[in-house]
């Protein structure tokens, strides 16, 4: 949490950046002696990075890429996976993760969540068929997966196992942090994310060394070196200016998931005697080796849309991830779901709230969104 700033605030925004980004005179000077360099395209920057966010993520490898959808596609790629195929994913999650699967020309199968947020592992064994090749488990809003179960069974059906992680850098079941119990796991630096850079970037972790291998080659053409073409590939190179900015926010992802965890932890001791609003099973908050991260602070909350309509009323830039499932929407109705095919991913469509929870915040932010919630229960 920020420090206190003076007088009661009579807003809250949702999004960190303009303070986040308010002083960045060390990255403007990397910028000049980049530009100074001419060292644009995958040059010693893009290293860099690559080699502090792998040791932030806690894996041997990291690949960036232009996208956090992209550092989904190009794993499955790398695994041979396309037309023919199918990969399993939660039914509650961002369009990105259809979106990346849907790329590589496989057909996307959607699993319903369970109250984590998390894929439920009980419901994906009738979802695998002869043609299902990987599970793509979502950490959602901060947290994680159920990866000890997830992994257990994708072992025992020879699936590979891809994460998207995108949400969750630094989040750890069982010590073990989200995106290195897979083959492969993909983070986004999205500007919504928990370290972001100015526009798009994404990056692959991997310990593998021929999935690093295979990474490296898909994002800059399939090329082996400048004149040969090893396989076909794409350009998803990570932005050396993208890099620069990344370099200096990997460096404070402790300190910014620090912020996140202590903002949500004032939240739930305000919540806890608010019957209308139920906290979620939060799957990595119940030991030492657990860690959610809090991307979002989400909550169930009786009669959400009246709230989320009060909140912004009251200045409050509340926000729901996501009102429509997936695959309710027109883009995804070809899949053949019918209303009602996933009963979790609705209801929580329905009763999901999502509030900032960022290490800006002041206490004073955060009591006078908690004011205006509970006032609108009468509490
Ligand atoms: C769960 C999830 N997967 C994938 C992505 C894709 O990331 P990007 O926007 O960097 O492509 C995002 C965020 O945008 C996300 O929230």
Not at 23 to 34: G, Q
Not at 243 to 256: L, N
Not at 270 to 286: G, N, Q, S, Y
Request: charged share 25%; hydrophobic share 40%; with cysteine.
């Amino acid at each position: 949490m920020a420090a206190e700033t003076e007088g009661q605030p009579m807003q809250v925004r949702y999004s960190p950046l303009e303070q986040q980004f308010a002083d960045v005179d060390e990255i403007f000077d990397e910028l000049r002696a980049l530009v100074r360099s001419t060292d644009f395209t995958l040059g010693k920057v893009v290293g860099e990075f690559e080699e502090m966010f792998a040791a932030a993520a806690g894996s041997k490898y990291a690949i960036g890429v232009g996208s956090g959808t992209d550092a989904l596609k190009i794993p499955l790629k790398a695994l041979g996976i396309g037309p023919g195929d199918e990969v399993i994913t939660a039914a509650n999650t961002f369009y990105a993760t259809a979106g990346a699967i849907a790329e590589t020309g496989s057909r996307i199968v959607f699993v319903d969540c369970d109250d984590t947020f998390g894929i439920d592992p009980d419901l994906i064994e009738a979802a695998i068929t002869p043609r299902t090749k990987a599970i793509m488990p979502v950490h959602l809003a901060g947290d994680m997966a159920n990866m000890t179960r997830i992994t257990a069974i994708a072992e025992e059906h020879g699936l590979s196992v891809v994460e998207d992680a995108c949400q969750s850098l630094l989040a750890t079941e069982a010590g073990r942090p989200a995106g290195t119990w897979g083959i492969a796991g993909g983070f986004s630096m999205h500007p919504l994310k928990i370290i972001n850079v100015w526009g798009d970037a994404g990056v692959i972790v991997t310990d593998d060394p021929e999935m690093d291998r295979m990474c490296r080659l898909l994002r800059n053409h399939g090329l082996r070196n400048r004149d040969e073409m090893e396989i076909l590939g794409y350009n998803t190179r990570l932005d050396s200016v993208q890099a620069v900015v990344g370099k200096w926010i990997v460096a404070r992802v402790e300190d910014i998931v620090a912020g996140r965890i202590e903002a949500a932890e004032h939240y739930d001791a305000a919540f806890a005697d608010v019957p209308e609003i139920t906290l979620p099973v939060r799957r990595a908050t119940k030991g030492p080796e657990e860690r959610a991260v809090y991307l979002n602070y989400v909550v169930y909350a009786e009669r959400r849309d009246e709230l989320l309509a009060h909140c912004h009323a009251h200045k409050v830039d509340a926000k729901v991830h996501y009102p429509i499932p997936l695959y309710k929407q027109d883009a995804l109705r070809h899949l053949g779901y019918p209303d009602g095919a996933f009963p979790v991913t609705d209801r929580h469509a329905q009763t999901i709230i999502s509030f900032p929870a960022d290490q800006h915040l002041s206490t004073a932010e955060l009591d006078y969104l908690i004011g205006v919630v509970r006032g609108f229960y009468g509490r």
